[in-house]
């Protein structure tokens, strides 16, 4: 795990590598304390014999909800991804420059994004998941969001699940975040009407005042959630895209209108407890003729041409903004990540390692 930061790569030179660790699986609401900041460190080349990895600089890392069941022991087959090795690194979405190559689709000097280990260096040997970064005249860390994972989310869930059609009403839950901010913008671009629910005033805020959406409420604020979507939507709800699961799920069901759809994208009202909650109002889906489908975004990479034939133009436009909410340093990963269960993120939540 290891690399230089340019030039020629040394067999013998060894550099200091500072890694997050998770110390042992977790239950219920995870803490920093769990995650520990250790450095190392690593020489600066590939293994000898290596024919298909990469070596890598971390320039930015990506905290995203799903990482929460990683740091959960589950049996192989249980979740549709691994749990993370204790003792070990933990890994997620980054963007990377490579530092020294045994594969022929990357070469030292490129820029990529895809997953990497929570770390100031790493081999990555399942180059299978990294996309090379060909457009530059953005900012890099967008590759951990708008341009990367959760932008392919947001296009995947919303255009090939949901099938938008001009004039249709869309409900989005934590409408703020890396995913939903995403998902109201293309809603607009595509003549929807589009509300959004949020946990603080500010981004309430954020999504009416920055990305356009035609309401906006606090659903801490909302003792009757049922009220308050039919408050925003008197005639119901065409599209959900829902990322919290729980009381919101059970809320939206009876306001949805007849042939709805909803994109199960996360539940992350679910992700700490110990027991999920129960949802009550399913006989919605019978009566009102609803489909509803979960989605996993890496069966739908081969899109990512198409995605961002869409969304360059519409960035460099202005059509489309994104909101991030960056902290500095490896030793600030794990309150990063930590933080997303609390809320404390305002958009997309993005540790800066280094700037090249």
């Known amino acids: 795990m290891a690399a230089s930061t340019g030039g020629g790569v040394g067999a013998e030179d060894v550099v200091r590598n500072k890694q997050v660790i998770l110390r042992d699986y977790v239950s219920g609401f995870p803490k920093e304390s769990d995650m520990q900041v250790t450095t190392g460190t690593t020489k600066l080349n590939l293994p000898e014999g290596s024919t298909a990895g990469v070596l890598v600089k971390n320039l930015y890392l990506s905290c995203d909800p799903y990482m929460r069941s990683r740091m959960t022991k589950r049996d192989p087959g249980a979740s549709y991804v691994d749990s993370f090795n204790a003792g070990s690194p933990i890994t997620g979405y980054g963007v990377a420059k490579v530092l020294e190559s045994a594969n022929p689709k990357f070469k030292q000097g490129d820029l990529v994004w895809g997953m990497t280990g929570w770390e100031e260096y790493s081999i990555i040997t399942a180059t299978d998941s990294l996309f090379k970064i060909h457009n530059t005249d953005v900012p890099l860390s967008y590759y951990t969001g708008i341009l ?32 939903g901010q995403l998902v109201g913008q293309f809603a607009k671009l595509s003549g929807c009407y ?12 954020l999504l009416k005042k920055k990305f356009g959406f035609d309401g906006a409420f606090n659903y801490k604020e909302e003792p009757d959630l049922d009220a308050a979507l039919k408050r925003f939507f008197p005639e119901g709800i065409d599209i959900y895209f829902e990322n ?10 009876p306001n949805m209108r007849v042939h709805g759809r909803i994109a199960v994208c996360g539940m992350i009202s679910q992700y700490n407890l110990e027991q999920p909650e129960g949802v009550h109002n399913l006989m919605y889906l ?3 003729q609803i489909r509803m489908e979960g989605f996993l975004v890496f069966n739908y ?11 360059l133009p519409a960035i460099k436009e202005g059509k489309i903004t994104y909101v991030e909410d960056v902290v500095e340093g490896l030793e600030s990963a794990p309150a990063a990540l930590i933080g997303l269960f609390a809320g404390r993120n305002v958009g997309k939540q993005v540790v800066l390692v280094s700037r090249e």
């Open 148 to 179: 990367g994972m959760p932008g392919m989310t947001a296009y995947a869930g919303f255009y090939e699940v949901c099938s938008p059609k001009k004039g249709e009403t869309v409900y989005v839950s934590a409408a703020s975040g890396a995913v």
């Open 194 to 205: 589009v509300v959004g629910s949020a946990g603080t005033k500010e981004k309430v805020d």
């Open 244 to 253: 919290v699961g729980g009381k919101m799920l059970d809320a939206v069901l």
């Open 286 to 288: 019978i009566i009102k």
């Open 301 to 311: 990479y081969h899109l990512y041409g198409k995605f961002l034939e869409m969304v």
